[in-house]
């Protein structure tokens, strides 16, 4: 397996590392969607499947932020 190291400036604020208004919207129709009929077409599953990947994604640099700033004070 390959490592990738990338570094980022950080925002001052690192709870600022959270999905869009407009995109956490759409995922939670989605998601309200599925509960409702069961399932999603194909396309908003894959829609849906991306957002939950960007929301892991960017809890992770927030927790990520958190320990530098911890680590930094």
């Keep these: ?3 990738v190291t990338v570094e980022l400036e950080l925002p001052e604020d690192w709870r600022a590392l959270q999905l869009p208004e407009a995109l956490h919207e759409r995922l939670q129709d989605l998601l309200d969607r599925q509960d409702e009929q069961g399932s999603l ?5 894959r829609e849906a499947e991306a957002l ?5 994604m960017l809890a992770l640099m927030r927790l990520r932020a958190e320990a530098v700033q911890k680590r930094s004070a």
Excluded: G, Y
Aim: aromatic share 0%; charged share 25%.
């Design 52 to 56: 939950v990947q960007l929301v892991d």
């Design 41 to 45: 077409s194909s396309q908003e599953r």
């Design 1 to 3: 397996m390959s490592t």
